[in-house]
T-cell receptor
Framework: DADVTQTPRNRITKTGKRIMLECSQT?????MYWYRQDPGLGLRLIYY???????NKGEISDGYSVSRQAQAKFSLSLESAIPNQTALYFC?????????????FGDGTRLSIL | QQQVKQSPQSLIVQKGGISIINCAYE??????FPWYQQFPGKGPALLIA?????SEKKEGRFTISFNKSAKQFSLHIMDSQPGDSATYFC??????????????FGQGTILTVHP
């Protein structure tokens, strides 16, 4: 089983709909991240959480919200989806010991907003 | 804003050739520089990383060269193989403050190795 699991893997929806992407991990890591990937723009950080009570905005948080339900679960919501939020979304985790711990990524959610 | 600039956007190499991907940064507070490899349908995975106190790190066919004065670092893939075909991202971590534990990624390079 994957250490970092994202659901759904693919989603097509319409403008204005509310969408939730879910991430769960079995690595026991405290830190969790949400990124979006767009061609030519790389990976951009949306939100990150260093523990259950610590949630922070990343560089592109507008239009998104998150919930850290437990150490192992971190959800990303689009309250009212718009077409320019069409992208590949990744959840990642890392250990708390030091700032240079590798980040472990899920296999992504491909989101299309029509 | 912290930025890491990566080039080229795409790269085609023949089997057995050398693949070179370059990254440049501006913020001298960056203290850790990893490279991630991503295969289609998968998430990125750590490939190799370097700290700025060394100029080179080698792991098998993969080498990072680091030039602190020029604020540049590069990934060299020797004897490139079709199985190396993937998207590669450089990244940088800034020590201290509110950036601790966060990575800034480059734009990505799509590498294709022809047989």
């Amino acid at each position: 089983d994957a250490d970092v699991t994202q659901t759904p893997r693919n989603r097509i929806t319409k403008t204005g709909k509310r969408i939730m992407l879910e991430c769960s991990q079995t690595k026991g890591h405290d830190r969790m991240y949400w990124y979006r990937q767009d061609p030519g723009l790389g990976l951009r950080l949306i939100y990150y959480s260093f523990d259950v009570k610590d949630i922070n905005k990343g560089e592109i948080s507008d239009g998104y919200s998150v919930s850290r339900q437990a150490q192992a679960k971190f959800s990303l919501s689009l309250e009212s989806a718009i077409p320019n939020q069409t992208a590949l979304y990744f959840c990642a985790t890392s250990d708390r010991t030091g700032g240079n711990q590798p980040q472990h990524f899920g296999d992504g959610t491909r989101l299309s907003i029509l | 804003q912290q930025q890491v600039k990566q080039s080229p956007q795409s790269l085609i190499v023949q089997k057995g050739g050398i693949s070179i991907i370059n990254c440049a940064y501006e913020n001298t507070a960056f203290d850790y520089f990893p490279w991630y490899q991503q295969f289609p349908g998968k998430g990125p995975a750590l490939l190799i990383a370097i700290r700025p106190d060394v100029s080179e790190k080698k792991e098998g066919r993969f080498t990072i060269s680091f030039n602190k004065s020029a604020k540049q670092f590069s990934l060299h893939i020797m004897d490139s193989q079709p199985g190396d075909s993937a998207t590669y991202f450089c990244a940088a971590h800034r020590a201290g403050g509110t950036s601790y534990g966060k990575l800034t990624f480059g734009q990505g390079t799509i590498l294709t190795v022809h047989p």
